[in-house]
């Protein structure tokens, strides 16, 4: 029997390669969505659609309410900044940061890790062509590892200690597509936009959108997600 | 106008005085519940007059669903415990255990303080008259802190670090509630049983019951909340 992983998958370019990426390490993943009042649940259905492609072993999607709370672009009733300058790209942290959405994430993946008696966990996070949020860097994740080890049985039971898988953390994104590609990722079915129109096709402007096509361009190749609408 | 902490507030003994220490700490407290499938939603009912009566700032439920894991005594189809010897207490992991709880409670407590511009986060475990969860412990709560200073704006902008406080983590059941007496909670509001009958009542035999009672005892004082049922 092949070990477990709980993979992190949004939708977008980077999960869906990280969950390609367990695969290939050898583990059955185990895929875990949220519904958490973002602005468009397209990125929902790509999620779906990519689990089922790439045979995983289970897709499951949380509900959570972010909205509760606000502050955010992605859940609020904020404008989507557009066409940033490139330089702007990965500078302070911007609106669209959803606060503590990735420590959210985690705790809903730790938790179900220890349901499925898995100790790894992959997360999409990307410290170089990133957005400027703060959790998506090293020292952010080997923190939440350490804090992990000791919230479960794991830590006081001394089996196998729990692992945050990142295997992006350092990929810029023209080497995230290229690993991708090389796995058979069908990126058609991805989703990255903050701001998608109702039939799910990328705005194009907005800085996720930017990091995507600045990626494929540097690999001379064009994004398949343009040439087709995922719905 | 006072500083603002959040207060994570389950209506059991111990939060419900975490809550008055933290008002006598010279807080506004902002207190959160969470419907997360636990088998029954009096604790939730209790957590509502409690944030009423002893004048929260703002009081949230939020929706979570932890059963979709399932793996708990608290939110599955498996027996809760009774009558363990007084002995057994605090030994071993309990099958109440809810995977990664405070860990997911303390992820949306941290969301909500950055949303509120609020540096501080209490919680009210405790580490002596416990049931032997893992994410009760000093050491998980130290490292939680550690991730969290990480994860957020406050983080990364060099602001105020974020506190998670846990005033009751070294103090005996007994000391809590002869300190919530002092700073006037009304105890008879509180329930702390795991396994209450539809109208509230306590079972008396469950783990949470057997400390809850024991404190009293030592204190030679009845529970107010064996005397009115808090309907």
Chains 1, 2 share one sequence.
């Not at 907005?206 to 995507?212: F, G, H």
Request: glycine share 8%; net charge negative; with cysteine.
């Amino acid at each position: 029997m092949k070990a477990r992983a709980v993979v992190l998958l949004s939708g977008g370019l980077d999960s869906s390669t990280t969950m390609a990426m367990a695969h290939e390490a050898g583990f059955d993943t185990y895929c875990m969505s949220f519904r958490y009042g973002q602005r468009h649940a397209h990125e929902l259905l790509c999620a779906e659609k990519i689990a089922l492609k790439m045979g995983a072993a289970r897709h499951v999607v949380v509900d959570i309410d972010l909205r509760t709370f606000g502050g955010s672009a992605l859940t609020a009733d904020i404008d989507v900044p557009k066409d940033r300058l490139p330089a702007d790209l990965g500078t302070g942290i911007p609106v669209t940061y959803v606060p503590a959405r990735n420590t959210v994430f985690l705790s809903f993946a730790l938790a179900w890790a220890e349901v499925l008696d898995s100790t790894d966990i992959f997360i999409g996070v990307n410290a170089l062509d990133y957005s400027g949020y703060p959790d998506c860097r090293p020292d952010y994740i080997a923190a939440y590892e350490q804090m992990a080890n000791l919230a479960t049985r794991a830590g006081v039971e001394g089996v196998k200690p729990l692992k945050i898988h990142t295997p992006l953390i350092a990929m810029s994104k023209a080497e995230i597509i290229q690993e991708g590609l090389r796995l058979g990722v069908d990126y058609s079915l991805t989703i990255s936009c903050y701001d998608p129109s109702a039939s799910g096709l990328p705005c194009g402007s907005c800085d996720a959108c930017q990091l995507r096509q600045k990626g494929f361009k540097q690999l001379g190749i064009s994004d398949p997600a343009l040439r087709s609408s995922v719905t």
